[in-house]
């Protein structure tokens, strides 16, 4: 999944060989989702919700699913929250400004909350 054709109003492309390659630590699996400016609201985290089922499925290593919005767009923005992707930070690229919201599966989250074991030990 290097580089797909926008499908229903989404691009996929893997952020290392992306735009987003140089804008944060970016993960090998880590895939962006572009979706058409287009699509909003309601439709926007309906788009978001189907094609983050499909990734996490068909791509099961996959670390981290990026949402790029304009930033300052706060609908867009809430449209991807809706879709269970939550903020973490605004980047500069080449001729536009961006907030990245992430999605990560439940195994990358998941944290032990015993927090006076060290793992492994």
């Known amino acids: ?5 926008v499908i229903d109003g989404v691009r996929l492309e893997r952020c290392v ?8 630590p970016v993960g090998a ?9 287009t699509a909003t609201g309601k439709a926007m985290t309906r788009l978001l919700q189907r094609v983050t089922e499909a990734v996490t499925r068909t791509d099961p290593g996959c670390r981290r699913l990026v949402c790029p919005v304009p930033e300052g767009d706060l609908d867009r923005m809430a449209a991807a929250e809706s879709a269970g992707y939550r903020y ?5 690229l080449p001729g536009e400004q961006l907030s990245l919201l992430v999605h990560e599966p439940e195994w990358v989250t998941r944290t032990d909350m015993d927090l006076d074991r060290v793992l492994g030990s």
């Open 29 to 37: 699996r880590d895939v962006e989702v572009r979706v058409s400016p």
């Open 88 to 92: 973490v930070v605004d980047v500069d």
């Open 1 to 5: 999944m290097a580089s797909l054709p």
């Open 17 to 24: 060989t992306g735009r987003l390659r140089g804008a944060y």
